[in-house]
């Protein structure tokens, strides 16, 4: 039995998370999650300490947590409560597609405690909007509501079994090649990705998982 929209305390430590995620030092914004229901709700908290790298810039003599920095640790929230839904998520990221109503509430220091309540509102296949609060004792630090997309990490083998029928012209081709005459030579098209090798300077093609040459700009 499913045990979707059953909440739970039980608690994912740091190990598991980092096998969720593929962000690591510095750029891993949460220590612990907490509560999880799936495909609706996760509760992680993060630990800030003066090792921060970002507290030696911002500022000196003055630590702050950037207030992006806390917008990050929402996504990365949501972001586990979403790859976990994905057998597949080492060929996978999650990337920034829209912010929306960010508000910053109170300064974070070190010593702080960020407790980071993420609810989703909208879950598609593979994109997903999402309502996140970030308090230290109780008060509101930062609020936002961010909107993430899952596309495939570059460089990353998907295994066929997989991916969609339409991702698949080479597997199509062949079948098609294999279905004819033995005798006869394999005939490739002109989009097969033996022959269509791009000139130098010409415009890249799309990539038939993503449907686009470009990823958003921002990565969670």
């Not at 980092?18 to 220590?31: C, K, W």
């Not at 907490?34 to 630590?63: A, D, S, W």
């Not at 509430?105 to 609810?119: A, K, M, S, W």
């Not at 394999?186 to 998982?209: D, F, M, R, T, Y």
């Amino acid at each position: 039995m499913s045990d979707e929209g059953q909440p739970t305390s039980q608690v994912i430590e740091i190990q598991e998370i980092m096998q969720l995620l593929p962000h690591r030092y510095p750029f891993l914004l949460i220590d612990r999650v907490v509560e999880m229901q799936p495909k609706q709700r996760i509760v992680c908290l993060k630990n800030v300490t003066i090792n921060e790298p970002f507290f030696q810039g911002h500022f000196p003599g003055y630590p702050l947590m950037p207030g992006v920095l806390m917008v990050e640790a929402i996504a990365q929230a949501g972001g586990a409560l979403l790859l976990r839904e994905f057998p597949d998520r080492e060929s996978k990221l999650m990337v920034f597609t829209g912010i929306d109503q960010a508000k910053f509430r109170r300064p974070v220091t070190p010593g702080d405690q960020l407790r980071i309540e993420v609810e989703v509102l909208q879950w598609r296949s593979r994109a997903v909007k999402m309502k996140g609060v970030a308090t230290v004792d109780g008060k509101v630090a930062c609020e936002a509501t961010v909107m993430c997309q899952l596309v495939p990490r570059p460089g990353a083998t998907t295994p066929a079994a997989v991916l969609p029928a339409e991702t698949l012209p080479i597997s199509q081709e062949v079948a098609a090649a294999s279905a004819g005459s033995a005798s006869a030579p394999a005939q490739h098209s002109a989009a097969s990705p033996i022959e269509a090798k791009p000139a130098v300077g010409a415009a890249c093609q799309p990539n038939p998982l993503t449907e686009s040459n470009a990823l958003p700009e921002a990565a969670v």
